[in-house]
């Protein structure tokens, strides 16, 4: 990552991990998660190799959803955590995060296509997971549990 000091006192919380065990099921809240290297959390339907081992989005966001009346919530946009106090779609590709204690998290997406409207879409006419959902791989695994530090970190070259 390029670390010049745009992200300074980047700092925030996870309020929420959250699995499911397959594909296009409801992601639940499970209170901690272990991330495995390159490969994503471990018992999650999503997880595996590639660039999209995790997928993260802040709580500002969903709250965005719930100004329009909606009633959503944590892992409601299938994101494996929620966050609260960084502006997670306004990071580089590229970015650090540290997660808990140890776990190191590498931004690599910003967004994605949504090819099939959710019901959040079909109800609110908009959903914010395409433009606001952020995925990242996992660099240095470990554990991460609600109400765990998340910081952006430098990172050299």
Excluded at 76 to 100: C, K, M, P, S, Y
Aim: charged share 25%; with cysteine; hydrophobic share 40%.
């Amino acid at each position: 990552m390029r670390h010049d000091g745009k992200y300074p006192a980047a700092a925030g919380k996870i309020l929420s991990v959250n699995t499911s065990p397959g594909k296009g099921q409801k992601k639940r809240s499970v209170g901690r998660c272990v991330l495995r290297e390159e490969f994503g959390i471990q018992g999650d339907g999503h997880a595996g190799g590639g660039i999209r081992q995790v997928s993260l989005l802040a709580q500002e966001s969903i709250d965005k959803i719930r100004a329009a009346g909606i009633d959503v919530g944590c892992g409601d946009f299938a994101e494996n955590i929620t966050t609260q106090g960084i502006v997670l779609h306004e990071l580089d590709i590229g970015t650090r995060l540290l997660a808990g204690e140890s776990v190191l998290l590498e931004v690599t997406q910003i967004g994605k296509v949504c090819h099939t409207r959710c019901a959040i879409f079909h109800a609110v006419g908009d959903c914010v997971m395409p433009r606001e959902g952020i995925f990242a791989r996992v660099l240095i695994g470990g554990e991460v549990r609600e109400g765990d530090d998340l910081r952006v970190v430098p990172w050299p070259e």
